[in-house]
């Protein structure tokens, strides 16, 4: 007798613990501009990713008397000749540049257009 209530005590507990709780979200309210929080995402939507598709080097050497810089770039995406790159610090933008080559592996020569450049600086799509 006693092992039936043993295994009745075990089977319920047993159930109980695999029993899925439903997750319950509750609404914030709505902040000082009037739009509430987005809502968290649910198991049944796509995560939606896309490239990034804006070139970005860096500033690998500057000649200030002679007005051009060398940049670096990742393997595979060189800008193409004759492009105009903006050059930016600390997220400002500081001067422009005209991609003129000669192309040495990842690394490529540009005129600055205006601005000046510093080692470092990154160089975008304008």
């Known amino acids: ?26 609404a914030l309210p709505a902040g000082p501009s009037g739009a509430r929080p987005a809502k968290p995402p649910t ?17 690998a050497g500057v000649n200030q008397e002679a007005r051009f810089v060398v940049l670096n770039f990742p393997v595979g995406h060189l800008p193409p000749l ?13 001067g422009e540049v005209r991609i003129t080559g000669p192309q040495l ?5 540009a005129d600055l257009l205006n601005g000046d450049a510093e080692v470092g600086d990154e160089v975008r799509d304008q």
């Open 1 to 26: 007798m006693r092992m039936w209530l043993l295994a009745i005590a075990l089977g319920l507990l047993a159930v109980a613990g695999c029993a899925r709780k439903q997750a319950t979200f509750v």
């Open 43 to 59: 198991e049944n939507q796509p995560l939606i990713i896309t490239p990034e598709s804006t070139r970005v080097g860096k500033v």
């Open 82 to 94: 004759d492009q105009h790159m903006s050059l930016y610090r600390r997220g400002l933008k500081v």
């Open 105 to 109: 592996d990842d690394d490529v020569d």
